[in-house]
């Protein structure tokens, strides 16, 4: 069935690092990719997504491409500041039979002053 | 691991009438719990946080009448969706929180 793998956490950085969490899914046909991050003590928000191949997503300097060869989307930051501490889910939403999400384990990060 | 049981999976309802919806951790207390939304090929959208013992807070635009959340217990937390319309349909999720986060199957459901 459709999962995602995501690379265990948790991730410490100090601030101003270079930050890649690696994402890989398994998906019949066409699927829709997110990342979520979770801010300690708040509910889920969604970061950026994808919806076809070679798409490159970003937001708050976060960026993820859409990579159908090697079914991935791993998500990258050019510089973490220590409040983008958070724990990051990499997500997938089928694009058909009832579009269910399948979420990854999620990745915990902490960043170092 | 933790599990977060969610049901039911699928209710297909009438217009008019009430779906409660149950989100329970199996084997760990979650002080705090979250419902979201999602329309077919939209991502999540938080509805609310709930928190055991006290009222549910509610994202903006979200209905506090349509939408009932009680979180009676640490391990359970229900979603009640009031006199359902067809622009309730959608996949309903829930998540608790522990150590992690960790996620509910999700709720089809559609309103004829």
């Known amino acids: 069935g459709d999962s995602v793998t995501q690379m265990e956490g948790p991730v410490t950085l100090s601030e101003e690092a270079f930050l890649t969490i690696n994402c890989t899914y398994t998906a019949t046909g066409y699927p829709s990719l997110f990342w979520y991050v979770q801010y300690p003590g708040e509910g889920l928000q969604l970061l950026l997504k994808?919806?076809?191949?070679?798409d490159k997503g970003s937001n708050k300097g976060f960026e993820a491409t859409y990579r159908k060869e090697t079914t991935s989307f791993h998500l990258e930051k050019g510089s973490v500041q220590v409040s983008d501490s958070a724990v990051y889910f990499c997500a997938l939403i089928r694009n058909t039979g009832g579009f269910k999400t399948i979420f990854g384990a999620g990745t915990r990060l902490f960043v170092k002053a | 691991g933790a599990v977060v049981s969610q049901h039911p999976s699928r209710v297909i309802c009438k217009s008019g009438t009430s779906v409660k919806i149950e989100c329970r951790s199996l084997?760990?207390?979650?002080?705090?719990m979250f419902w979201y939304r999602q329309f077919p090929k939209q991502s999540l959208m938080l509805m609310a946080t709930s928190n055991e013992g006290s009222k549910a807070t509610y994202e903006q635009g979200v209905e506090k009448d349509k939408f009932l959340i009680n979180h009676a217990s640490l391990t359970l937390s229900t979603l009640t969706v009031t006199s359902a319309h067809p622009e309730d349909s959608s996949f309903y999720i829930c998540?608790?929180?522990?150590?992690?986060?960790?996620f509910g199957s999700g709720t089809q459901l559609s309103v004829l």
């Open positions: 998540s608790a929180r522990s150590e992690k986060l960790f």
């Open positions: 994808a919806t076809k191949a070679d």
């Open positions: 084997d760990f207390q979650a002080t705090t």
